[in-house]
């Protein structure tokens, strides 16, 4: 493990050990250290690219908000072993749950579609707390001492992770009646598996295979984000994706 896996390992081990009180603090120093020393100059460029009309202050002002809310979303992430279903409930307001029901009722699972935005890791405890299964793809990051601390902690908290290359696990999970959590940001790593859409001006390569799996196996799709509304606190909404 390198000298930065180790560091980031220990403040992760920090941050996980610190009261409740201190969640909000801890998250601030951690947006600084990551917008200084983590891309930011690709952050500011993406920024710019999105509003290019923007002056320098608020891109700067921006890139912190977005920095700020991703080290709050860690923070809470390495304070999930803390809240119970229960707890995940009253923080998380999702909206047209019925529906979500209603759909795995059909008995074919259900695909959730959702990005690195607001809390990602507690929309699938939510979801889990109405008493759905839930599974995530799982794409193996870099850092692999960071990869097993994400797959304990959703295991600890009694979700399942399948390898975004099991596509028989996928198919396995949607047609035992689960929802299949995605996130669909991030770019794939060969060309076969996406295609090109444009993304402020630019053509950009997204997934299809949930799409692909949606029609294998019949399953509904459905996008899911929340959106931060106060400290520890989230509402979200569930819509059908027409196919």
Do not use: C
Request: aromatic fraction near 8%.
């Amino acid at each position: 493990m390198g000298l930065k896996a180790r560091l980031a390992a220990r403040i992760a081990d920090l941050v996980r050990g610190l009261p409740p009180f201190l969640a909000e603090p801890a998250g601030f120093v951690i947006a600084l250290l990551l917008m200084a020393f983590h891309g930011r100059s690709t952050a500011l460029d993406n920024i710019t690219r999105a509003y290019p009309d923007m002056t320098r202050r608020q891109r700067w002002r921006l890139a912190f908000a977005s920095y700020l809310q991703m080290a709050r979303t860690l923070v809470e992430v390495l304070h999930g072993h803390r809240y119970s279903d229960e707890d995940i409930r009253r923080r998380v307001r999702l909206d047209n749950v019925d529906g979500l029901g209603e759909a795995l009722s059909r008995g074919h699972g259900v695909i959730l579609l959702s990005g690195h935005y607001g809390n990602w890791e507690w929309m699938g405890r939510r979801v889990k707390a109405e008493g759905h299964p839930f599974a995530a793809l799982y794409k193996e990051p870099k850092d692999e001492g960071f990869g097993r601390r994400l797959r304990a902690t959703r295991e600890d908290a009694g979700l399942v992770t399948i390898d975004h290359d099991d596509v028989r696990g996928a198919i396995g999970w949607l047609r035992s009646g689960g929802a299949l959590g995605v996130i669909m940001d991030q770019e794939p790593h060969l060309a076969r598996d996406g295609t090109l859409a444009p993304l402020f001006g630019r053509p950009t390569r997204t997934h299809v295979g949930p799409f692909k799996l949606a029609r294998l196996v019949g399953a509904p799709v459905f996008t899911i984000f929340t959106r931060r509304v106060g400290p520890g606190r989230y509402e979200g909404r569930l819509e059908p994706f027409p196919l």
